[in-house]
């Protein structure tokens, strides 16, 4: 499976990596390698590079910015619980927020793989991203509303009170320092995760709402997903652009562009030097990484152990900074790549098996190629699977 990338919602190629910090510049290089580290291996030819010269100035234009930034506006629909985006360029695209498992599992990949075998229609455009932000006035609201102290069978119900305000206070304070003070750096972050489709040109809105409604339906039940709007997504980027804001702009507005709210107060100036470092407001700092394609493997436990370790190793994150991973995949000629990767599995296997067994026990090599091509006719014959270009 190739993929295609998002950074700063400006459209590379390959998995944006985004950190934010109050740092120095040689921490955040030295937190950039360990992922290139991780998504380099060997024999990957491509090295991922951050915003070119060019890209970086033509983002210091708050004009510029907001026109990299595609979204036009949100549209409910009258006939379902949908809502959907308007872009820049006429298509149509919906959003969703979802809540998957801690960890990464096999059960959370089958569900992932689920959503992508759900569309049929070339030229659609997956979206998965994630922000490890700062913004928990929502989290801290809700905590708020089920304070009762008042009705409490306490002594002191005032105490209790102020117990709880001060805890909220404390939460709110622990985005910006560390819970544990000098000895580890631990800070609260909320991690918010958004799947996003974007439709062909063109398709139907029979279409666009059954397929909406089927990848809303497998989300649903396996990721508790809702249906984001506008005011979502808005928050959602300008906490990327512009991390000095301390709320976010989740009011609405009918009248100015979604992409003009996404760019409203945020500044981005390029690095003198070639370091790729992108200077935003208030004197936070971006590094951003790009891959033309994943290694041959990835696997999850791998994936995770860049960021803490799965069996409780570390006491926290490599990353107390604020971070934004995203991934795009585009599906094009899916049936087409289909037979061509069966059809190409299939010439292997029978050019293979001609060999004598002899060959083969001398080169485990030839064996461990004829396991690749069955397991490739079994994931697309019998898993419904199919290779995306």
């Not at 609201?141 to 117990?163: G, M, Q, R």
């Not at 305000?165 to 958004?194: C, K, P, Y």
């Amino acid at each position: 499976m190739s993929s295609g990338n998002i950074a700063l919602i400006l459209i590379l190629t390959g998995i944006a990596y985004v950190s934010y910090s109050l740092v120095d510049k040689k921490t955040i290089i030295k937190i950039a390698n360990a992922i290139k580290d991780f998504f380099l291996p060997v024999d990957l030819t491509a090295s991922p590079d951050a915003f070119t010269k060019t890209q970086m100035q033509a983002l210091a234009d708050k004009r510029t910015i907001s026109r990299l930034l595609f979204y036009r506006s949100y549209l409910k629909d009258d006939e379902s619980d949908l809502g959907f985006f308007q872009m820049h360029d006429g298509r149509i695209g919906i959003a969703f927020k979802i809540t998957p498992p801690v960890y990464l599992t096999e059960s959370t990949e089958s569900v992932i793989l689920n959503v992508l075998s759900a569309i049929v229609k070339d030229d659609t455009v997956v979206h998965i991203s994630m922000l490890a932000g700062r913004d928990i006035k929502s989290i801290l609201d809700s905590y708020a509303s089920t304070i009762h102290c008042e009705k409490a069978n306490v002594k002191f119900p005032e105490k209790l009170k102020e117990i709880a305000l001060r805890r909220s206070s404390s939460f709110q304070e622990w985005t910006e320092n560390s819970i544990m003070g000098d000895d580890a750096d631990f800070r609260v972050r909320n991690f918010t995760h958004v799947l996003s489709v974007l439709f062909p040109r063109g398709l139907k809105k029979e279409s666009i709402l059954k397929q909406s409604n089927e990848i809303f339906g497998i989300l649903k039940e396996n990721f508790n997903a809702v249906i984001a709007d506008d005011d979502d997504l808005v928050a959602f980027v300008q906490e990327i652009l512009n991390p000095s804001r301390g709320s976010y702009d989740k009011n609405g507005d009918p009248i100015t562009t979604i992409s003009k709210r996404m760019s409203r107060g945020a500044q981005v100036e390029a690095s003198d030097d070639e370091s790729g470092i992108l200077k935003l407001k208030d004197g936070w700092m971006a590094k951003v990484l790009t891959t033309n394609k994943y290694p041959k493997e990835v696997d999850a436990f791998g994936y995770q152990s860049i960021f803490f370790s799965p069996m409780g190793g570390d006491f926290q994150m490599k990353l107390p900074c604020p971070f934004f991973l995203s991934l795009t995949v585009r599906f094009k000629d899916v049936e087409a790549q289909r037979k061509k990767v069966l059809a190409k599995a299939e010439w292997n296997i029978g050019q293979l098996s001609a060999l004598p067994m002899i060959i083969e026990k001398k080169k485990p090599e030839i064996k461990e190629r004829r396991k690749e091509a069955e397991s490739v006719i079994h994931y697309i014959n019998y898993l419904g699977e199919f290779p995306l270009d």
